[in-house]
């Protein structure tokens, strides 16, 4: 159990709202959020790079309204290399030190991912690219399961070990539901001379026929139990948040007993299961919630 005992690090990530009510319930959560005090919070970008604009003006306001430290994605996807370091130089003047660097997912109507002309062909050169413009802490993308367009878990991970020599600082794993998936696949790491951290990327689930949709959309695989665990609570979202918070919590303490101290939540723009996790694992705000206004 001493591997338990260290309080561990965490970070959250957002996506930029599509709507003046889903920016109603992105602000809430960051509200809630903050002040567990996260090692970062990152900022994603649409598939295509569709939302840059949305995603530009979200990491302006977390910047200058929070007291977090915020890490925009940047992709390789629909722009040339000196659209996305003119981001990076922009980003960096405005005092942004953390980045996540990624390939980016093809167009919905493409048949597959096709480098931009005059663009990073992959998240490797554009780790590369950043390293011109300052010296950010860059993160990268891992997947325990295999990146569905990968040819073989071999090439997968010989492609990680590049965005590592290229100079990124840590990689964050897809979401999982098998402890074991991660564990092996740091292990894997480990025989290839990766050292940076390997973080698992934790999803709580608040819908799980969209979570199955992400699932089959990025390799990951959905174990039988869980499938069960879930089934007939569509209609009830009390006994699914219960259900979800439990799970989680479960994944994260199994992880924290083989030596994990770091987790990076995907919060899809909610706060209260990754509060609850939180909380579990000893990451609490420093001002109690409740009973404040009496000191």
Known sequence: MSAMT???QVSFEFFPPATPKMEETLWSSIQRLAPL????VSVTYGADGSTRDRTHRIVRRIQTETRL???PHLTCIGARREDVLAAARAYWSNGIR???ALRGDPPKDAAGYVPEPGGFAYAADLVEGLATVGNFD????AYPETHPEAPSAEFDLDNLRRKIDAGATRAITQFFFEPDAYLRFRDRCAGKGIKVTIVPGVLPITNFPRMLKFAASCGASVPDWLRDRFSGLDDDPETLRMIAASTAIEQVEGLRRHGVDEFHFYTLNRAELTFAICHAIGIRPETPALGA???
């Open 6 to 8: 260290a309080k561990p």
């Open 98 to 100: 953390y980045l996540v």
């Open 37 to 40: 005090k996260p090692r970062f």
């Open 69 to 71: 430290t915020c890490a």
């Open 293 to 295: 206004a009496h000191g």
């Open 138 to 141: 860059v993160s990268v993308a």
